[in-house]
């Protein structure tokens, strides 16, 4: 049994509180910009002669001065929110591909990561959690207490209001407050209640060591396969492609499953390694760092060709209503949009291309990090130009982001050490445990 280390437990309190103070100096920043100050913002946005639209609703309805403060607002006022749902897509994504991984893994009958199927049900214990932080962003948005959405404005899809946009009115069909409330809530519960039976099954085959149970097991993995291959699609249509509706990628779905995918295979690196290091999973050896580490590699590689097959199609297509949203990201983003490629293809690339250094625990741990902070950083630049726009780069925007940021790192931690605390670390009733703990990589 895992005990939860006093020491990380300290300092996952310590980031949480930190967060918490650093958010709300920025939420006090942030409400305390009045119009004045927000036209200055404008002014020191646009001085630079960049003049393209960071959203879709920038080029419909009203374009005077009036019109373009108001929007201005909005999106200077969504930094609180916009923070926090970037955090939260991107943890509750990561958990749920945590499981997808998990489920993945029983359903080929792999026997190489039978002794970190616990870490990946740690990591998945996330997920009611995260799903709840989500359910509460919803009700804001729907309740127009939050402003992620534009097409949640009534008066767009409204014909004859000077605000109407034909586009959103011909997709009101999927674009509608209450079916957004009931895709959110079934991705919610249903991930979540996922996460509770393979967990539950898990820990009967090991107290029974029957196959049936097995068997049972394996069938609710590949339930859940299905399941999340549905939820991921719609949830990455829901929670980041509608915040700029005007857009649409048919390869989006797969770009920011992977982006997750990623984070989570490297999130179970890190935990891996610290319970082999810190004397709990001594069965942890090289062979498994290594193939740990093929999936890392692998998932860099597949994400990068994602991200540039849809760069590449819409750029050369050159059609305005689809490159503006990259325009927007090039003009105001530049120090996030195309740098966060280093961190998640390039050195990814020149480090873990080889075989050998695979093996090596603090080169994969390295890895694995950037890995992660390049990923919440990619996941940054899908939320916050379509919600925030120029106006990132305030105090009050870093104290906001950084501190939701630090916050749900601590309450990632905090859960998924909890509950992996509570979790006999190795799964004894499955029947491949025995080829795991002899697993020794052929090449």
Known sequence: MYSFSPKLRLYSVILIVVGLVLFGAGYF????????????????????????????SEMVGPQDHAAHLEHAKLQVHNQP????????????????????????????HAGWPIIILRVMEAIASYIPWG?????IIMILNVTHNGHLFHWMDASLTTPGDSHFDPIL??????????????????????????????????KKVDETKSRKVYASYYSWSVGYIAFFGFASAAWAWDWLMSIDP???????????????????????????????????LPQFNDNHLHDLGVFLFATSMLWT??????????????????????????Q?????????????????????VSSSIKRNYKVVTTMAV???????????????????????????????????????????????????SKLKLIPTGNPFLKESEIYEYPF
């Not at 591909?97 to 893994?105: E, R």
């Not at 799903?131 to 359910?135: C, E, F, H, Q, S």
């Not at 009101?172 to 895709?183: G, S, T």
């Not at 990923?375 to 870093?398: A, D, E």
């Open 29 to 56: 920043m942030n409400h305390g910009l009045d119009d004045v100050k927000i036209e200055h913002l404008m002014e020191a946005a646009h001085s630079g002669g960049h003049s393209a639209p960071s959203h879709s």
């Open 81 to 108: 929110l916009a923070a926090v749902h970037t955090i939260a897509v991107f943890l509750f994504a990561l958990s749920c591909c945590a499981l997808f991984f998990y489920s993945i893994q029983n359903a080929a």
């Open 131 to 135: 799903g709840a932080v989500l359910i």
């Open 169 to 202: 009115y011909e997709k009101k069909l999927f674009l509608n407050i209450p079916f957004y409330a009931i895709r959110t809530i079934i991705y919610v519960v249903g991930a979540s209640f996922f996460a509770w039976k393979l967990k539950s099954l898990s």
């Open 246 to 280: 005007h857009w649409y990628s048919t390869m989006y779905i797969w770009y920011a499953m992977v982006s997750a995918l990623a984070s989570s295979i490297a999130v179970i690196i890190l935990i891996s390694v610290y319970l082999k290091k810190a004397g709990y």
């Open 305 to 330: 060709y994602t991200w540039f097959a849809q760069f590449m199609l819409y750029w050369y297509a050159n059609i305005p209503e689809e490159v503006n949203y990259f325009f927007g990201r090039f």
């Open 332 to 352: 105001y983003y530049s120090e996030t949009f195309l740098p966060v490629m280093i961190f998640v293809f390039l050195i990814p690339l020149l480090v873990l």
């Open 370 to 420: 950037i890995v992660v902070l390049g990923q919440w950083v990619n996941y940054f630049n899908m939320v916050m130009p379509g919600t925030v726009g120029p106006y990132w780069k305030t105090p009050s925007g870093f104290l906001l982001t950084f501190g939701a940021l630090i916050l749900f790192i601590g309450l990632f931690v905090l859960i998924v050490m909890t509950a992996l």
